[in-house]
């Protein structure tokens, strides 16, 4: 895990030093919109403390000791490398700074975000969940027939369409498009939302989380009923299932008695890995189709305005949830399943 996290720091941080317009490029645009540079500082174009060969583009007749103090001010007076180092020595304390245009510190706004992204994490998976099983365990039953050619074909198209389009197709269709207005365009919460009873919020909440969950669900809803159908497949033609029927045992203890109890661990082991997957796949475009407030809309917000600090906190967060969850689904494996014991077998 540690090297993955580094890797995952160092190859970003590299990539960010070829990306132009920094966010001291940012400031000097911000500058130029105002109105004239030369109108902001004293002397004129010719003067020798101005700067004719800067480095940053649109930063001509701005003045060097201007453009120094920006990158002091930024950390950028400093090589490459003792940068990437003080940010490692700071993130392992979890000091990711201040945001270079909120004036906030980095951690509270990931925390204050955290929440919305945790919340349609959950949903998502916990749905998926309770519609890919008892699905999946209806296609392993009749396996071959009519009900599972129709239902794999609907899953291969639901899994083919890209989620972003998907979310965009609802927003179209019951959001206020062209057709229904059923459900909110953007937010959680609606105005007044504080003023609202206790089943007002509910129901509040419930309205405008429907379609976020429902764009988000729909890949992992795919994945996952496959997953079941396959799992109980496995388990039906092993020879304990063969040995149970010729003792006797009718189709439901055989099936509810020992075939689902074993095939239901791999899918619930997998439950961690499910929803850092929603979590990852639809915190970015699902939160922005929406207008979410969430950690993805934050770190492409952060990407856009190249606001580092916030940029490589969320980076650093998304990073450590994935490897900690990734860590325990194989513990889970593990758990559930005494057989999986690498350390055991012989190479």
């Not at 132009?20 to 490029?25: M, N, Q, S, T, Y």
């Not at 993130?91 to 929440?115: A, Q, T, W």
């Not at 799992?231 to 099936?255: C, H, M, W």
């Not at 915190?283 to 600090?309: C, Q, T």
């Given at each position: 895990?540690?090297?993955?996290?580094?890797?995952?720091m160092?190859?970003?941080f590299?990539?960010i030093q070829?990306?132009p317009g920094?966010p001291?490029?940012?400031i000097?645009s911000q500058i130029?919109?105002?109105?004239?540079a030369t109108d902001?500082?004293a002397?004129?174009?010719?003067s020798?403390?101005?700067s004719?060969?800067s480095?940053?583009?649109?930063a001509?007749g701005?003045?060097?000791?201007?453009?120094?103090?920006l990158?002091?001010?930024?950390?950028?007076?400093?090589?490459?490398?003792?940068?990437?180092l003080?940010m490692?020595k700071?993130?392992?304390?979890?000091?990711?700074?201040e945001?270079?245009?909120?004036?906030?510190?980095v951690?509270?706004?990931?925390?204050e975000k955290?929440?919305v992204?945790i919340?349609?994490?959950?949903?998502?998976t916990?749905?998926?969940?309770l519609?890919?099983?008892?699905?999946g365990?209806?296609?392993?039953?009749?396996d071959?027939?009519?009900?599972?050619t129709?239902?794999s074909?609907?899953?291969?198209?639901?899994?083919?369409?890209p989620g972003?389009l998907?979310?965009i197709?609802?927003?179209?269709?019951f959001?206020g498009?062209?057709?229904?207005q059923?459900f909110?365009?953007r937010?959680l919460?609606s105005?007044?939302?504080e003023?609202l009873?206790?089943?007002?919020?509910i129901l509040?909440?419930?309205?405008h989380?429907?379609?976020?969950?429902?764009a988000?669900?729909?890949?992992s809803?795919?994945?996952?009923?496959?997953?079941?159908?396959?799992?109980?497949?496995?388990e039906?033609?092993?020879q304990?299932?063969i040995?149970?029927?010729?003792?006797?045992?009718?189709?439901?203890n055989?099936?509810?008695?020992?075939?689902?109890?074993?095939?239901m661990?791999?899918?619930?082991?997998g439950?961690?890995?499910a929803?850092?997957?929603i979590?990852?796949?639809?915190?970015?475009?699902?939160?922005?189709?929406?207008?979410?407030d969430?950690?993805?809309?934050?770190g492409?917000e952060?990407a856009l305005?190249?606001d580092?600090p916030?940029?490589?906190?969320t980076?650093?967060?998304?990073?450590?949830?994935?490897l900690?969850?990734g860590?325990?689904s194989?513990?889970?494996?593990?758990f559930v399943?005494?057989?999986?014991?690498?350390?055991s077998?012989?190479?």
């Amino acid at each position: 895990m540690v090297p993955t996290l580094l890797g995952i720091m160092l190859i970003n941080f590299a990539l960010i030093q070829f990306v132009p317009g920094g966010p001291i490029e940012q400031i000097i645009s911000q500058i130029e919109e105002g109105g004239s540079a030369t109108d902001r500082f004293a002397g004129g174009a010719d003067s020798p403390s101005f700067s004719e060969n800067s480095k940053y583009e649109g930063a001509r007749g701005l003045p060097e000791d201007f453009i120094k103090d920006l990158e002091k001010q930024f950390g950028f007076d400093r090589p490459g490398h003792e940068r990437f180092l003080l940010m490692l020595k700071n993130y392992l304390k979890f000091d990711f700074g201040e945001s270079y245009f909120r004036s906030i510190d980095v951690l509270d706004l990931i925390l204050e975000k955290m929440p919305v992204s945790i919340t349609l994490g959950l949903w998502s998976t916990l749905i998926a969940y309770l519609i890919s099983i008892p699905l999946g365990v209806r296609k392993a039953v009749r396996d071959g027939s009519r009900f599972d050619t129709i239902t794999s074909a609907a899953i291969i198209v639901a899994y083919a369409i890209p989620g972003f389009l998907f979310a965009i197709l609802l927003l179209v269709l019951f959001a206020g498009g062209s057709y229904f207005q059923w459900f909110p365009l953007r937010g959680l919460t609606s105005e007044g939302f504080e003023n609202l009873s206790l089943l007002g919020k509910i129901l509040d909440y419930a309205w405008h989380i429907t379609l976020p969950v429902i764009a988000a669900t729909i890949a992992s809803f795919a994945t996952l009923t496959l997953l079941t159908k396959n799992s109980f497949l496995d388990e039906i033609k092993k020879q304990y299932v063969i040995t149970a029927r010729s003792k006797g045992l009718s189709e439901n203890n055989v099936f509810f008695g020992h075939v689902f109890r074993n095939a239901m661990l791999i899918i619930i082991a997998g439950f961690p890995g499910a929803f850092i997957a929603i979590f990852f796949g639809s915190s970015l475009i699902i939160e922005i189709v929406f207008s979410l407030d969430g950690l993805g809309r934050l770190g492409f917000e952060a990407a856009l305005n190249r606001d580092y600090p916030v940029l490589f906190g969320t980076l650093y967060i998304f990073g450590i949830m994935g490897l900690l969850v990734g860590l325990i689904s194989d513990l889970m494996y593990a758990f559930v399943d005494p057989r999986i014991d690498f350390e055991s077998r012989e190479v």
